[in-house]
């Protein structure tokens, strides 16, 4: 008997109070009210805990190991009095046989979330992947594009998928889907890598293993054609410049915000995002400057525009809502929409034009007309110019030429041109 109480010792079963607790009934217990620790007999160590807010819960103290430990068993009257009871007892024999019940917890706990980690979706490791990118993506465009194309194009196909169980054959239904690898080349070799890159994610954080079904060399290359052989080069419908005038005479004759923000893009030769975001704070009208931020610019750089007289007075034109930030807010009070200005477009029976496409404008006129330098021009428009030793020269923001540029842009809009064309598809500008 002695050695087997020394036994019991060694394996850490020994009770908090070595006095026996008045074993108490089911009504008893009920009874309890008072806040604070309840032995409840029946079962060494058993207690019944109440918080300040009468709520109640099951512990078991003991020593598991030499160490003190309490040892939750539930909620009560979730768990009744027989219950605590029962699962005491059985804590209590498992300590006994050398097992500890909190780690055997912890391990079954850890078990369980590494096995939901592992059955990780498709859609909830892209989502993850993105918010992982969130601090090197500093244009929240880029992630909403990112989003967008992966939840329109394969979320319906792999979306709830788990990561692991997606195959080549996947991929290829949906990069083949509508035609979409040879109609929409562009968009659909930017899903390949967006899925790509998710599924690269997942292999590194564990949740599936094995080739990359969505990888190009070496294995897509051999089942789709080269994206470079199926590329559709799009157009943006230009007006040609000689039309200009006519075109901004009529424009200044409709009301509205959305006519507005499209006069002043032309006026600017700058991306309808560009200009639909643009906030006060970027303005200095005294200076006649528009200063665009590097997260609202396309390459990623600030772009500064000096504007030119007719710029100037359509920003002064404008009303000031007081807490909104926004040069052209949207009736409600967000973003213009870029569907808006096209709008603008069709009210005016010009739904062959696009936005963009007076950049192309801009382009043709400036270089078919002008004698300002082509890296000049190029600045003007926030193109990156590929030629190193040109990008060098035109580091410096040539802003005094670009001023004079734009200045005689503005004016040349508001000259009444003879010999007006009709309007062509130029390639437009990036």
Same mark, same amino acid.
């Given at each position: 008997m002695?050695?087997?109480?020394?036994w019991?010792?060694?394996?850490?079963v020994?009770?908090?109070?070595?006095? %026996? &607790? =008045?074993?108490?009934?089911? #009504? @008893?217990?009920?009874?309890?009210?008072?806040? *604070?620790?309840?032995? +409840?007999?029946? /079962?060494?160590?058993?207690?019944?805990q109440?918080?300040?807010?009468?709520?109640?819960?099951?512990?078991?103290?003991?020593?598991?190991?030499?160490?003190?430990?309490?040892?939750?068993?539930?909620?009560y009257?979730?768990?009744?009095?027989?219950?605590?009871?029962?699962?005491?007892?059985?804590?209590?024999?498992?300590i006994?046989?050398?097992?500890?019940?909190?780690?055997?917890?912890?391990?079954a706990?850890?078990?369980?979330?590494a096995?939901?980690?592992?059955?990780s979706?498709?859609?909830?490791?892209?989502?993850?992947?993105?918010?992982?990118?969130?601090?090197?993506w500093k244009?929240p465009k880029? %992630? &909403? =594009?990112w989003?967008?194309? #992966? @939840?329109?194009?394969?979320?319906p196909?792999? *979306?709830?998928?788990? +990561?692991?169980? /997606?195959t080549?054959?996947?991929?290829?239904?949906?990069?083949?889907?509508?035609?979409?690898?040879?109609?929409?080349?562009?968009?659909a070799?930017?899903?390949?890598?967006?899925?790509e890159?998710?599924l690269?994610?997942a292999?590194?954080?564990g949740?599936?293993?094995?080739?990359?079904p969505?990888?190009?060399?070496?294995?897509?290359?051999?089942?789709?054609?080269?994206?470079?052989?199926?590329?559709?080069i799009?157009?943006?419908?230009?007006l040609?410049?000689a039309?200009?005038?006519?075109?901004?005479?009529e424009?200044?004759?409709?009301?509205?915000?959305?006519?507005?923000?499209?006069?002043?893009?032309?006026?600017t030769?700058?991306?309808?995002? @560009?200009?639909?975001?643009?906030?006060?704070?970027e303005i200095d009208?005294?200076a006649?400057?528009w200063t665009?931020?590097?997260?609202?610019m396309?390459?990623?750089?600030?772009?500064?525009?000096?504007?030119?007289p007719q710029?100037?007075?359509?920003?002064?034109?404008?009303?000031?809502?007081?807490?909104?930030?926004l040069?052209?807010?949207?009736?409600?009070?967000?973003?213009?929409?870029?569907m808006?200005?096209?709008?603008?477009?069709?009210?005016?029976?010009r739904a062959?034009?696009?936005?963009?496409?007076?950049?192309?404008?801009?382009r043709d006129?400036?270089?078919?007309?002008t004698a300002?330098?082509?890296?000049?021009?190029?600045h003007?428009l926030?193109?990156?110019?590929?030629?190193?030793?040109?990008?060098?020269?035109?580091?410096?923001?040539?802003?005094?030429?670009?001023?004079?540029?734009?200045?005689?842009?503005?004016?040349?809009?508001?000259?009444?041109?003879?010999?007006?064309?009709?309007?062509?598809?130029?390639r437009?500008?990036?």
């Amino acid at each position: 008997m002695r050695s087997h109480s020394l036994w019991r010792v060694f394996c850490g079963v020994a009770e908090i109070m070595p006095k %026996r &607790a =008045q074993e108490l009934t089911a #009504l @008893e217990v009920g009874r309890i009210k008072k806040p *604070g620790m309840h032995a +409840v007999g029946g /079962v060494p160590g058993l207690h019944l805990q109440v918080t300040d807010t009468g709520a109640g819960s099951w512990l078991l103290r003991v020593l598991v190991g030499g160490k003190r430990r309490e040892i939750g068993l539930g909620g009560y009257p979730a768990v009744t009095l027989a219950q605590a009871r029962e699962k005491a007892r059985a804590t209590r024999e498992d300590i006994v046989k050398g097992i500890d019940p909190v780690a055997q917890r912890k391990a079954a706990r850890s078990a369980l979330m590494a096995q939901h980690e592992a059955r990780s979706t498709f859609d909830e490791c892209a989502r993850r992947f993105i918010e992982s990118k969130a601090a090197e993506w500093k244009n929240p465009k880029h %992630r &909403a =594009q990112w989003a967008a194309t #992966l @939840e329109t194009y394969a979320s319906p196909t792999i *979306g709830k998928l788990n +990561v692991q169980d /997606v195959t080549l054959a996947h991929v290829v239904k949906i990069l083949e889907a509508d035609n979409l690898w040879t109609t929409k080349t562009e968009t659909a070799s930017r899903l390949r890598g967006r899925i790509e890159a998710v599924l690269d994610w997942a292999t590194v954080r564990g949740y599936r293993a094995g080739d990359n079904p969505a990888r190009w060399k070496g294995h897509l290359d051999k089942l789709l054609p080269a994206p470079s052989k199926t590329k559709v080069i799009e157009h943006h419908a230009a007006l040609p410049y000689a039309q200009i005038n006519d075109f901004i005479t009529e424009l200044r004759q409709r009301a509205g915000m959305a006519a507005r923000a499209l006069e002043f893009a032309i006026l600017t030769a700058a991306r309808s995002g @560009e200009v639909r975001g643009a906030c006060w704070d970027e303005i200095d009208l005294d200076a006649a400057l528009w200063t665009i931020p590097a997260e609202r610019m396309k390459a990623g750089k600030e772009h500064v525009i000096p504007l030119a007289p007719q710029a100037v007075a359509v920003l002064k034109s404008l009303p000031r809502i007081e807490g909104n930030p926004l040069v052209f807010p949207a009736p409600r009070g967000g973003v213009l929409s870029d569907m808006t200005l096209g709008a603008v477009l069709k009210r005016m029976g010009r739904a062959d034009l696009t936005a963009h496409g007076f950049r192309s404008t801009f382009r043709d006129w400036a270089g078919e007309t002008t004698a300002y330098p082509r890296e000049v021009i190029e600045h003007a428009l926030a193109h990156q110019l590929k030629d190193k030793a040109e990008a060098a020269y035109a580091r410096g923001s040539l802003l005094l030429k670009r001023r004079r540029l734009m200045a005689d842009w503005a004016a040349f809009c508001e000259a009444k041109q003879a010999g007006a064309g009709e309007v062509v598809a130029i390639r437009g500008a990036a």
